[in-house]
């Protein structure tokens, strides 16, 4: 039986939402803070948590922070009643695998949840190198880290997935279309745009591009990006 953790302290919709994923055949475990949902998903280590972002103590965001900071493995989708593009990159940035917008149907809620379920840990391809080195760049794919001419690089969850996907597909052009679905798991007509996409390759090329004569992720024209071995 499969395990979901929901965060989320309007107790109407928790009661419902509990219902709902009981009725499923999920075994439910909940919490009324961030603070309370923290310390559960780590110490029960459920199969995918639901997570509100307005929560006493701890908001969902820093819940979400520090949750990866020590589990990167659980599917996290978030809920959240503010519509605002800047909010929902926050939220992937931070390791977020997918997000609804309340009011929500509980149908489309319990689709994406049985999809993050069915993806698994984070939805992670196939394991590949453990380390990989690119010019004075060494990725080390566990314990997810960047050194630049040795000294460590500071990249967003979202840049490392981002990096650590155009590496293991290396030569091929990547749509951006393909990197919203693989890396945030949606598509434009949820409110990510590939403009997301563009503003995560350039910061990648600004923390890690000094000293290339050529950048090693090149943009193809109306297409995508590829990473190239400088």
Known sequence: MKRVLIVEDEEGLLEGLSHNFKYE???????????????????????VVVLDIMLPEKDGFTVLKELRQRHRDIPVLVMTARNFEADVLKGFDLGADDYVTKPFGIKELMARVKRLVQRGPSGAPAPGPTIYKFGDVEVR?????????????????????????????????????????????????????????????????SKLGAGFAQPFIVAVHKVGYKFVEP
């Open 25 to 47: 055949g999920y075994e439910v475990l909940t919490a009324r803070t961030g603070s309370e949902g923290l310390k559960m998903a780590l110490k029960q280590k459920p199969d």
């Open 141 to 205: 794919f566990e314990p997810r880290e960047v050194h630049k001419s040795g000294e460590q690089v500071a990249l967003s969850f979202k840049e490392f997935e981002l990096l650590k996907y155009l590496i293991e597909h290396r030569g091929r052009t990547v749509s951006r279309e393909e990197l919203l679905e693989e890396i945030w798991g949606v598509d434009e007509d949820l409110g990510v745009t590939t403009r997301t996409v563009d503003t995560h390759v350039s910061n990648l090329r």
